[in-house]
Structures are given as C-alpha cells and as structure tokens.
C-alpha cells in the first residue's frame, strides 16, 4: 500500500496543479489510476478473500473493468445522495429488483478519518426503489452511517445503495482507489480507465488475465 501512494502522489500531485476542473463537485475529482507498478499490484484485483466475496455475489465469472481514484480536497461539500451508474440495466423498467450484477471494492491510499471525508452510505437502499429509498432517508426511518477507514481496510458495496461523498477539512487529499467488478457479460463506459501496459499484462497468470477486462496499451 505505501509502494503504491509513493508512487501515485507524485502523479496525483501534477494532475492537481494543472487545475483541472472538478469532476465529482466542489473540490472533488475522479482520476483513472494507473496500471504500472507499484501503482498496480495484483494483490489489490486478486485478493482470494475479497474474490470469494464478489463472487458470491455474483458469480464465479466477474470481471474487473474500472480502476480509480475519488478525491476530496479541503473545501469539498456534502454531495447529494445518489447511485453510482444510475442508466438502468433495463430503461423500461427501471425499478426492477435484479440480483447484484456490480459490485464495488475500495480501500484507501491514506488513513480516512471523519475529517478526511469519509464516504457515507444508507444501508439497505440498494433494495428499494429510488424514490422510496429516498423518502426514507429524507424522512429519518434510514441513517446514512459514515464508513472511515484505516490504511488496509477494504469496503465492498453494492453501487445502487444511496451514498454521499462528505467534506475533506484536511490538507491531506483523500485517496480512495476503487476497482468495479461485474458479471462478465455487463458492459458500460461509463468512467474513464486507463490502458494496460503490455508487460504488466504478460506478467498475469491466464486466471489473472480472465478477471481483467481493460483496454491493452499497444
């Protein structure tokens, strides 16, 4: 994990300077992380505890097909509460109940304390239809509860329960890299990832190789 923030900050830092406009809010970006090591390290995509889990949920073909990094600077705000991928899977329906066919697992790059801005969930949502999950929250019969995390802590949630990013009062940027797993026969775009160089690549096992669904870098 500090092999992977010494090697990220540097990157994350330039990204920063340029001034690029904030992507999630206030003060809050989203930032494709990189493929290359240290950055990359097969224990976060292949963790045989963490697989078991997402499989479980799933089943035993997912896949990973996003890599990325939420970033919530000093003077970030409460965010709405929302879903991640909101574009249902079938329009015509949008509030079918369908078993998880995503899942997200993220840990952080540095110690996230209350201060640091810590995301915040209101558990159970995920199965209930947005407007109902929503009246509930608003009316108080669900708390949303904030989840900090130590440096090897690993949240996994489902993406369709109600969320928000909170405030980072700090000066430390907050670092909490993600990696989205799906049902192998799920496919969006809907987040930037970058390419996979080829010999990092070539360095997977085949079973390795299976999991990963990212372009390769010619």
Not at 27 to 56: K, N, Q, T, W
Not at 151 to 166: E, S
Request: aromatic share 10%.
């Amino acid at each position: 994990m500090e092999a992977c923030r010494d090697a990220f900050w540097p990157r994350l830092l330039a990204y920063l300077d340029t001034a690029q406009a904030s992507n999630r809010g206030p003060y809050r970006h989203f930032i494709a992380m990189p493929f290359d090591p240290p950055c990359f390290m097969p224990e976060f995509f292949f963790d045989p505890d963490v697989l078991s889990i997402v499989r479980g949920l799933m089943d035993d073909r997912v896949v990973a097909d996003q890599w990325g990094c939420d970033v919530p600077l000093r003077g970030s705000e409460y965010q709405g509460l929302h879903v991640d991928y909101q574009r249902p899977l079938f329009p015509e329906v949008p509030d079918l109940a369908l078993p998880a066919y995503a899942v997200v697992v993220s840990f952080g790059l540095v110690r996230i304390a209350r201060e640091h801005g810590p995301i915040e969930i209101a558990p159970g949502t995920q199965r209930m239809t947005r407007i109902d999950a929503l009246r509930a929250v608003q009316a108080g019969e669900i708390g949303v509860q904030a989840l900090p995390l130590e440096i090897g802590d690993v949240l996994i949630r489902h993406p369709w329960a109600l969320h928000r990013g909170t405030p980072n009062t700090t000066d430390t940027a907050r670092a909490l890299v993600t990696i989205r797993y799906v049902r192998s026969w799920y496919a969006d775009a809907s987040r930037d990832v970058e390419d996979l160089p080829r010999a990092t690549w070539e360095s997977l096992t085949p079973e390795q190789q299976s999991v990963m669904r990212f372009p390769i870098r010619k």
